[in-house]
């Protein structure tokens, strides 16, 4: 599989990350290089074998639905520096 | 007396027969950090809150019982939720984030009494291996201050290594802190997945990531380990199991070893000075009548392109939580909504980032979800499948930490090179298995290191074979 510069603009598009124009060609280029290197993969032939997403086996614990310790959203909405009356200001959507 | 060598073990009973106080030991340590600022490896300090925190502490000094590591300063990588102090993760993404909360590790070490004197610098998001993708620059290598310290932990390596703190926490998802320990000199533990809880800890990829400790020797690995180790609550992967007593099992005779060597494997990689200390730590083995086994990891060597697709794929998931709103960096100048998402990520995420989130992207995107991310998992059950028939044979399994020694800063510049540094140590982390890199041999002057991977929850057997390793 290679990367050009079509599939650049869509990865740009579905990872919502702007790509500057100096940047386009190395990062296309070490796109590559990693592609190629993990294409690795797809010379094994593993069609039996089952998925692995979590290294533990059978570790679910789910604790007691209950609120341990409540973060006030006045404290939570220190972290950004937009907000009012308890709301995150974004650009207008609805025209 | 100079209080910045002292070791964990020696500050601890220091403080208790009280040859000196927690003031002495912070005031110490900040003049220590102030003559060495070019080594780059603050991101940010808590300087005033420290020694506040040590003046309390020696005028509490009967709680020692229930605080054991009352006044002790230590420093935390800036991946750690530190609430009220800057946790930036290495990101101009999160230069302006100072989180309402901690991280568990954070509060566990908190109670234990420790005090923190700042944050580490770090590859930005963990993403890196010379700590060379930070927003702040690189960390330099206290050892020779034209190498790297390794990363992503290069900061928290590079601060117990030049004697800010005689231990710092770190995080591992792919080697992360075995790396930085070897290039440094130190001893580094991951712990097995899910023995340290990930709540707070900044997360690079979910599956893999796992926080641990850097020490200068293994007694003190040990100690510290202990305080940040248990089951959580607040992360649902966390092991609900009793945390055994670390520092007293490192030194104990309890346990029966058989170590796992790879020969066939290390020397498949051709390269004379490898397999030279690998042979050499062998013989080290046998001197000390240690029991071993050849053994044969098959897969193996397909570790570094399946983490290069899971790793990815979950970090491009986990960071699309970064989009200029709630917390972050945020651009101006914006033209609509999508417009902000646009130039906050683009503007405030470095390079290596970009380009792992893009890789992630592609590896989960319609049609090639398959090929890469499902064909990766498959394969991790592979590797992961190596290891538990390696050990139904042996205790643990040795391997070099890394291929060679510190390398110049600057001096990597193929993104595939930089990548395997870590052919050694993302195997552990794949199968969530407990792995700590020791020093051992160097090469021109510079430090190499040994790894012991054990089997889950196995870290007692991993410090009571490195501390045997070490009585030489």
């Known amino acids: 599989m290679t990367i050009d510069d079509k599939t650049l603009e869509n990865l740009s598009k579905l990872s919502k990350i702007k790509i500057d124009e100096n940047l386009r060609n190395k990062l296309r280029e070490d796109l590559n290089l990693t592609i190629n290197m993990i294409d690795e993969i797809n010379k094994i032939d593993c069609d039996q074998i089952e998925e692995l997403s979590h290294p533990i086996k059978d570790n679910f614990n789910l604790r007691e639905d209950k609120v341990f310790k409540e973060i006030d959203r006045e404290s939570l909405q220190k972290t950004s520096n937009k907000t009012e009356d308890g709301f995150y200001l974004v650009p207008k959507v609805i025209e | 007396m100079d209080l910045e060598t002292l070791t964990l073990q020696e500050q601890i009973s220091g403080l208790r027969d009280k040859k000196f106080s927690s003031v002495e030991l912070v005031e110490n340590y900040i003049s220590v950090i102030g003559n060495n600022e070019d080594l780059n490896v603050f991101v940010s300090n808590d300087f005033e809150r420290a020694i506040a925190k040590a003046k309390k502490s020696d005028s509490s000094n009967n709680i020692q019982q229930d605080m054991p590591l009352n006044g002790i300063p230590m420093v935390h990588k800036d991946i750690f939720c530190t609430e009220g102090v800057k946790t930036s993760c290495g990101s101009k993404m999160l230069d302006n984030f100072y989180p309402p909360y901690s991280a568990t590790v954070v509060e566990r070490l908190e109670q234990a009494g420790s005090i923190c004197l700042g944050k580490a610098n770090m590859d930005e998001f963990a993403m890196g291996s010379s700590n060379e993708t930070s927003f702040y620059g690189a960390v330099k290598n206290p050892l020779n201050k034209q190498k790297s310290p390794g990363g992503s932990s290069g900061g928290s390596a590079a601060a117990v290594a030049a004697n800010f703190s005689s231990f710092s926490t770190g995080t591992d998802t792919g080697g992360s802190i075995r790396q930085p320990a070897s290039f440094c000199g130190l001893v580094g533990i ?203 044979d042996v205790t643990s399994i040795m391997l070099p930490t890394t291929s060679g020694e510190a390398f110049d800063l600057g001096s990597i510049t193929d993104p595939i090179e930089m990548y395997k540094q870590d052919i050694f140590t993302i195997p552990a982390n794949l199968g969530g298995l407990p792995a700590i890199s020791i020093p051992f041999g160097e090469k021109d002057n510079m430090p190499l290191g040994i790894q012991f991977i054990g089997n889950i929850l196995e870290e007692s057997s991993l410090l009571n074979i490195s501390n045997k390793f070490q009585l030489d």
Do not use: W
């Open chain 2, 190 to 392: 991951k712990p097995t997945y899910g023995r340290v809880s990930r709540y707070g800890m900044i997360a690079f990829a979910s599956s893999l990531d796992q926080g641990g400790i850097l020490a200068k020797n293994i007694k003190d690995t040990a100690i510290a380990l202990q305080y940040i180790s248990g089951y959580d609550p607040k992360d649902a992967t966390s092991i609900k199991t009793k945390v055994p007593n670390f520092s007293e099992d490192c030194e104990s005779d309890k346990f029966e070893h058989v170590v796992g060597l790879a020969t066939n494997l290390i020397n498949s990689f051709g390269d004379e000075n490898l397999s030279k200390n690998y042979s050499k730590a062998i013989k080290r083995l046998a001197k000390l009548k240690i029991k071993t086994k050849e053994i044969e990891l098959p897969n193996l060597e397909l570790s570094l392109p399946v983490y290069y697709v899971i790793a990815p794929a979950e970090c491009s998931a986990n960071l699309s939580r970064y989009d200029g709103i709630r917390f972050g960096y945020r651009a101006e100048n914006v033209d609509n909504l999508e417009d902000l998402y646009f130039k906050s990520r683009g503007e405030g995420f470095g390079n290596e980032t970009k380009k792992r989130i893009l890789i992630g992207t592609y590896c989960l995107s319609s049609g090639f979800y398959d090929a890469y991310y499902k064909k990766a998992q498959k394969i991790r059950n592979l590797i992961s499948s190596d290891f538990v028939n390696a050990f139904k």
